[in-house]
């Protein structure tokens, strides 16, 4: 499995596969020819189909100025090796110096087309999360340890800047206003959300609020373009900065426990990432959204010190009520409705893990069978419903 420095990276948004990746690819390209005066991308798949709305083209432009860049889009091929494919052109005089085939998987990660998918080195020697279970049980160490033992303890300084990095995002978007950026006209509601005054609402009520304004405030600026960290995707970043800010503002968790949370989120989302997808475009929102979920019920868990099995189970409740969720981003927006399904997910991260704690020595299910069946049902899953903006909500929504 990959280092947990791959899961979480600092970026812009609005989405890690379609502006993150692709700007990733055009920094590296572009670095490759120098000699190039001009350059070209043709998006395939997803990014053809949403790119407009998750500003890939803009990405690419801003990362190839000042030399200048087309972007086109091609909506008829489909024998892709992944949905989110795209090529880039070196030019000349308008000639072609070079050709470039790249897929972004999720997660701000991209690979060449012709490395056949191979990641980043792995640095865990487990294949799954019943082997990580195993390991912990027999050196009888929390899971957050497993973090230290193969990354070694400078990770924690790695996890330190994740966790200031998503504080000021929180920060940020609760301070803002406004509409986000696109045709839709969408308001941000996470500043309403937190400073609304309700004289009728109890103490469960307002804390749930303020745990959604910290969901909504991460996923708006994210839709706006700000700077956000992938956990494990942009189109999800909210889900475990909300979760942690909350936990940590009710219960004054030091910033060391924190960051042990993110290292056992960490080993969640990349085990999903070995087995599965967290890439919407290859299996829908359960794999964004579903991950960020299992990846903020663990992290609860860890916070008050649960044991590994309880852990697992959390994540477990947490991604099996994700599966079927699809990507349907109207207008090919991370917006609607992304920015409120991360507010939702965020409060059953934390059901979830109130569930473990309780039935954990009942569940007949584990983490690994889930991540399965996630893949499988996202492979099943019509493309229609796989971040393309021609199912569901974007079907059926006209602004």
Same mark, same amino acid.
């Given at each position: 499995?990959?280092?947990?420095?791959?899961?979480?990276?600092?970026?812009?948004?609005?989405?890690?596969?379609?502006?993150?990746?692709? =700007?990733?690819?055009?920094?590296?390209?572009?670095?490759?020819?120098?000699?190039?005066?001009?350059?070209?991308?043709?998006?395939?798949?997803?990014?053809?189909?949403?790119?407009?709305?998750?500003?890939?083209?803009?990405?690419?432009?801003?990362?190839?100025?000042?030399?200048?860049?087309?972007?086109?889009?091609?909506?008829?091929?489909?024998?892709?090796?992944?949905?989110?494919?795209?090529?880039?052109?070196?030019?000349?005089?308008?000639?072609?110096?070079?050709?470039? =085939?790249?897929?972004?998987?999720?997660?701000?990660?991209?690979?060449?087309?012709?490395?056949?998918?191979?990641? =980043?080195?792995?640095?865990?020697?487990?294949?799954?999360?019943?082997?990580?279970?195993?390991?912990?049980?027999?050196?009888?160490?929390? !899971?957050?340890?497993?973090?230290?033992?193969?990354?070694?303890?400078?990770?924690?300084?790695?996890?330190?800047?994740?966790?200031?990095?998503?504080?000021?995002?929180?920060?940020?978007?609760?301070? %803002?206003?406004?509409?986000?950026?696109?045709?839709?006209?969408?308001?941000?509601?996470?500043?309403?959300?937190?400073?609304?005054?309700?004289?009728?609402?109890?103490?469960?009520?307002?804390?749930?609020?303020?745990?959604?304004?910290? =969901?909504?405030?991460?996923?708006?600026?994210?839709?706006?373009?700000?700077?956000?960290?992938?956990?494990?995707?942009?189109?999800?970043?909210?889900?475990?900065? %909300?979760?942690?800010?909350?936990? %940590?503002?009710?219960?004054?968790?030091?910033?060391?426990?924190?960051?042990?949370?993110?290292?056992?989120?960490?080993?969640?989302?990349?085990?999903?990432?070995?087995?599965?997808?967290?890439?919407?475009?290859?299996?829908?929102?359960?794999?964004?959204?579903?991950? %960020?979920?299992?990846?903020?019920?663990?992290?609860?868990?860890?916070?008050?010190?649960?044991?590994?099995?309880?852990?697992?189970?959390?994540?477990?409740?947490?991604?099996?009520?994700?599966?079927?969720?699809?990507?349907?981003?109207?207008?090919?927006?991370?917006?609607?409705?992304?920015?409120?399904?991360?507010?939702?997910?965020?409060?059953?991260?934390?059901?979830?893990?109130?569930?473990?704690?309780? !039935?954990?020595?009942?569940?007949?299910?584990?983490?690994?069978?889930?991540?399965?069946?996630?893949?499988?049902?996202?492979?099943?899953?019509?493309?229609?419903?796989?971040?393309?903006?021609?199912?569901?909500?974007?079907?059926?929504?006209?602004?």
């Amino acid at each position: 499995m990959e280092s947990v420095r791959e899961l979480y990276k600092t970026g812009k948004g609005p989405s890690s596969s379609h502006t993150m990746g692709p =700007a990733r690819a055009a920094r590296e390209f572009s670095d490759a020819h120098p000699e190039a005066d001009s350059f070209r991308a043709v998006l395939f798949g997803s990014l053809a189909l949403t790119g407009k709305g998750h500003l890939t083209d803009v990405a690419l432009l801003e990362t190839f100025a000042p030399r200048p860049c087309t972007v086109e889009e091609d909506r008829t091929r489909k024998d892709l090796p992944h949905p989110n494919y795209f090529e880039l052109y070196a030019l000349r005089g308008g000639e072609i110096l070079a050709k470039q =085939a790249y897929l972004s998987v999720g997660g701000g990660t991209v690979r060449r087309a012709e490395d056949g998918g191979e990641g =980043a080195r792995e640095v865990y020697p487990f294949a799954d999360f019943s082997a990580i279970l195993r390991y912990a049980q027999e050196k009888k160490i929390p !899971l957050e340890q497993i973090v230290y033992d193969f990354e070694g303890d400078e990770v924690k300084g790695f996890l330190a800047e994740v966790w200031h990095t998503m504080q000021s995002t929180v920060k940020r978007g609760l301070c %803002a206003s406004g509409k986000l950026p696109g045709a839709l006209g969408v308001e941000r509601r996470a500043k309403t959300l937190f400073e609304t005054v309700d004289e009728d609402e109890d103490t469960t009520g307002r804390e749930q609020r303020h745990l959604c304004a910290f =969901a909504f405030a991460v996923s708006e600026e994210n839709a706006a373009g700000g700077t956000i960290v992938t956990a494990p995707t942009c189109g999800s970043c909210g889900v475990l900065p %909300a979760v942690l800010c909350f936990l %940590a503002a009710k219960h004054g968790f030091s910033e060391n426990r924190i960051v042990d949370a993110l290292a056992v989120a960490g080993l969640v989302g990349v085990t999903v990432k070995q087995n599965a997808s967290i890439s919407g475009a290859e299996a829908g929102c359960q794999a964004e959204v579903g991950t %960020a979920t299992a990846m903020a019920a663990a992290a609860t868990g860890c916070l008050f010190r649960a044991d590994p099995r309880t852990i697992e189970y959390a994540a477990e409740i947490a991604l099996e009520h994700q599966l079927g969720l699809t990507c349907d981003p109207v207008g090919g927006y991370v917006q609607i409705p992304c920015i409120e399904r991360n507010a939702v997910a965020a409060t059953r991260a934390i059901n979830a893990y109130a569930l473990s704690k309780v !039935l954990a020595g009942t569940r007949k299910i584990d983490f690994d069978t889930v991540v399965a069946t996630m893949y499988a049902t996202g492979k099943d899953l019509s493309v229609r419903y796989r971040e393309t903006s021609e199912g569901g909500l974007a079907a059926k929504y006209r602004c």
